[in-house]
């Protein structure tokens, strides 16, 4: 019975490949239907070009009175809405009459799109894949599709120039915005390791700049994806906060691409954690709670006074407890250094950031039953960060990040080295 019981699971589990139970594919779809937001402007420009053309056949070119069918004419433009895939959104439609009976004429390709349409996940993967793959023309070409309108219904003129603002998208530069904080960290997807760049701007904005699949969080790998953030217009004039976990590779490549002088602010969470690791559990909650009471000091020489304190103590309870807490203690003080703990500790003395980031594409992916490839792997990631980048909120503390820049101005100058 144990065999036919396997032989019978293995089976659901192959045929559940192509056809996912009830549960899984509602979630399936929701997650596509998220990941697709960021084609939305591109499915409008689709309907504003069909609606043009339909407009063009039934009353012929603008300004041009022998095309078209008699007495039909153009009769200005009304607000309105349609549905792309469940979501009623507003624009502008334009008005065509019929002069001589004195009535409007409907437009076929408006009335199409007033009824919600059941979401094609498969044909919104198609169209994700292409974006990551870099084929911007044939994911342009399935735009159409994907949002209710045949192919032959949008131009090639509109194929074009939405491929073009796929690119855009997909490769956008970070020259456009004046950097103050880089947030960098390495977290496990899909059984691969990704390093994923944050960075916050000198108004508190968060944006998502970059991702990475790596073995490991190596120097070579990291340094390289640092030094393409920076060809992309990566550039922080007034100084630059990097935020780690403490991973030694990452820290070599920030010192190799920003150089010596950029300040560092080592995560307190990470550098507590590692540090209780070697006590025994009982140990571990009141070692927990004197780290956090060292680290919550306002001032760096009251926190740098409290931990030194709390190293001697541990050196006589563990040592490599205490080994453990010296090493790159003065990176995790960056914060009580530039004197600004007490009004910006809570968004940058650790990688909660990235970390809540990260939880909540893994919320989205989780549902995956299969990843098959690099590439899948790294299109679902970065779909979904952008999906999740359109509600960021700024930092907390954002008014006071002046301060920040002032002091890194005053104390701590950086300069960016691509050498």
Same mark, same amino acid.
């Given at each position: 019975?144990?065999? *036919?019981?396997?032989?019978?699971?293995?089976?659901?589990?192959?045929?559940?490949?192509?056809?996912?139970?009830?549960?899984?594919?509602?979630?399936?779809?929701? *997650?596509?239907?998220?990941?697709?937001?960021?084609?939305?402007?591109?499915?409008?420009?689709?309907?504003?070009?069909?609606?043009?053309?339909?407009?063009?056949?039934?009353?012929?070119?603008?300004?041009?009175?022998?095309?078209?069918?008699?007495? +039909?004419?153009?009769?200005?433009?009304?607000?309105?809405?349609?549905? &792309?895939?469940?979501?009623?959104?507003?624009?502008?439609?334009?008005?065509?009459?019929?002069?001589?009976?004195?009535?409007?004429?409907?437009?076929? /390709?408006?009335?199409?799109?007033?009824?919600? @349409?059941?979401?094609?996940?498969?044909?919104?993967?198609?169209?994700?894949?292409?974006?990551?793959?870099?084929?911007?023309?044939?994911?342009?070409?399935?735009?159409?599709?994907?949002?209710?309108?045949?192919?032959?219904?949008?131009?090639?003129?509109? +194929?074009?120039?939405?491929? /073009?603002?796929?690119?855009?998208?997909?490769? @956008?530069?970070?020259?456009?915005?004046?950097?103050?904080?880089?947030?960098?960290?390495?977290?496990?997807?899909?059984?691969?390791?990704?390093?994923?760049?944050?960075?916050?701007? +000198? /108004?508190?904005?968060?944006?998502? &700049?970059?991702?990475?699949?790596?073995?490991?969080?190596?120097?070579?790998?990291?340094?390289?994806?640092?030094?393409?953030?920076?060809?992309?217009?990566?550039?922080?004039?007034?100084?630059?906060?990097?935020?780690?976990?403490?991973?030694?590779?990452?820290?070599?490549?920030?010192?190799?691409?920003?150089?010596?002088?950029?300040?560092?602010?080592?995560?307190?969470?990470?550098?507590?954690?590692?540090?209780?690791?070697?006590?025994?559990?009982?140990?571990?909650?009141?070692?927990?709670?004197?780290?956090?009471?060292?680290?919550?000091?306002?001032?760096?020489?009251?926190?740098?006074?409290?931990?030194?304190?709390?190293?001697?103590?541990?050196?006589?309870?563990?040592?490599?407890?205490?080994?453990?807490?010296?090493?790159?203690?003065?990176?995790?003080?960056?914060?009580?250094?530039?004197?600004?703990?007490?009004?910006?500790?809570?968004?940058?003395?650790?990688?909660?950031?990235?970390?809540?980031?990260?939880?909540?594409?893994?919320?989205?992916?989780?549902?995956?039953?299969?990843?098959?490839?690099?590439?899948?792997?790294?299109?679902?990631?970065?779909?979904? &960060?952008?999906? +999740?980048?359109?509600?960021?909120?700024?930092?907390?503390?954002?008014?006071?990040?002046?301060?920040?820049?002032?002091?890194? /101005?005053?104390?701590?100058?950086?300069?960016?080295?691509?050498?």
């Amino acid at each position: 019975m144990r065999r *036919v019981r396997k032989k019978a699971a293995a089976h659901q589990r192959s045929s559940a490949a192509d056809v996912r139970p009830p549960s899984a594919s509602v979630d399936d779809r929701s *997650v596509a239907v998220a990941l697709i937001q960021a084609l939305i402007p591109l499915g409008l420009r689709a309907v504003e070009d069909a609606l043009q053309q339909e407009v063009v056949a039934l009353a012929g070119a603008r300004y041009a009175h022998a095309d078209g069918h008699g007495g +039909i004419a153009r009769w200005g433009s009304q607000a309105g809405s349609i549905f &792309l895939l469940d979501q009623k959104v507003p624009i502008t439609v334009p008005r065509v009459r019929d002069v001589r009976a004195g009535t409007e004429v409907a437009l076929t /390709t408006y009335a199409q799109l007033q009824t919600p @349409r059941t979401q094609d996940v498969g044909l919104f993967r198609r169209v994700l894949g292409g974006v990551s793959c870099r084929e911007y023309e044939g994911a342009a070409e399935a735009v159409p599709e994907a949002f209710g309108l045949a192919k032959s219904s949008v131009s090639r003129r509109f +194929i074009r120039a939405s491929a /073009t603002a796929l690119q855009a998208l997909h490769e @956008r530069r970070h020259d456009d915005a004046e950097w103050l904080v880089l947030l960098l960290d390495g977290k496990s997807f899909a059984a691969d390791q990704v390093v994923i760049a944050l960075g916050v701007t +000198i /108004t508190g904005e968060k944006r998502v &700049l970059g991702l990475v699949q790596t073995a490991t969080e190596n120097k070579r790998v990291c340094a390289a994806f640092l030094r393409e953030l920076i060809e992309r217009g990566f550039r922080a004039p007034t100084g630059l906060l990097v935020v780690l976990d403490g991973a030694k590779g990452l820290r070599a490549a920030v010192r190799d691409v920003f150089g010596d002088d950029v300040p560092v602010q080592r995560c307190q969470w990470h550098k507590r954690e590692n540090v209780v690791s070697y006590l025994t559990k009982p140990l571990q909650v009141i070692w927990r709670r004197k780290l956090q009471a060292a680290y919550q000091h306002a001032t760096y020489a009251d926190a740098k006074r409290a931990l030194q304190k709390l190293v001697t103590e541990l050196a006589k309870l563990n040592e490599s407890a205490a080994r453990s807490l010296e090493e790159g203690l003065e990176d995790t003080l960056t914060l009580h250094r530039l004197d600004v703990f007490a009004e910006l500790g809570t968004s940058f003395k650790t990688t909660n950031l990235i970390e809540s980031v990260m939880a909540r594409v893994d919320a989205k992916t989780r549902r995956v039953g299969r990843w098959r490839t690099s590439d899948q792997k790294q299109r679902w990631c970065a779909a979904t &960060l952008l999906h +999740i980048e359109k509600h960021f909120r700024r930092v907390k503390g954002c008014k006071h990040l002046s301060l920040l820049q002032r002091a890194l /101005t005053g104390k701590l100058p950086v300069r960016l080295a691509v050498a």
